[in-house]
């Protein structure tokens, strides 16, 4: 429950990439209270890194939404969102020996959260998971968010790390 999660939050979150200097700063002077459909969700630069019973394994991977069919919602006092809907992962795994690709549903797992903006970042909790989103772009009708994934699992035998940058952006309805 805990990845699927994840893997869900992290997909209907996650967010379009851009650096920006002072001068292009987008927009963030939005309110985040309301209904957002999803319009696009994305990684270009994926890395995993593996060792299993000493073995080492290595790929990139990238993956783009599609299908969207899926928004999130809002509320103040208390501040608390919910997601609904689904949509579809196309992606792309990449080692030294092949490429596999992949296409993936996605439903959104129901339920009730909590939600903070602290400046730039916004802070969703569910189900005792916490994920901070950078916000790129925050207007009255467009939402931009970027998280970087950097997980590592150990255990005896197995190294797992994982590390990416995620972007989604949202219109609001």
């Not at 963030?28 to 994305?42: A, E, P």
């Not at 150990?154 to 972007?167: C, G, R």
Request: hydrophobic content about 30%.
């Amino acid at each position: 429950m805990k990845n699927q999660f994840k893997l869900c939050l992290l997909g209907i979150l996650i967010i379009t990439a851009a650096s920006c200097n002072k001068d292009d700063d987008p927009v963030k002077n939005g309110s985040i209270v309301g209904q957002w459909r999803m319009t696009d969700f994305h990684c270009n630069d994926g890395v995993v890194e593996t060792s299993i019973a000493g073995e080492n394994s290595n790929y990139t991977f990238s993956f783009d939404g599609t299908d969207y069919n899926s928004s999130m919602t809002f509320s103040e006092n208390p501040n608390e969102f919910t997601i609904t809907g689904s949509y579809t992962i196309l992606g792309e795994y990449v080692s030294e020996k092949q490429t596999v690709r992949d296409t993936s549903d996605v439903d959104a797992i129901t339920g009730i959260g909590t939600w903070s903006i602290n400046g730039d970042k916004l802070t969703q909790i569910f189900a005792g998971d916490t994920a901070i989103y950078d916000i790129l772009e925050l207007s009255d009708s467009k939402m931009r968010l970027q998280i970087i994934t950097d997980e590592t699992y150990t255990e005896p035998d197995l190294y797992y790390h994982e590390h990416s940058s995620v972007f989604s952006t949202f219109e609001k309805q």
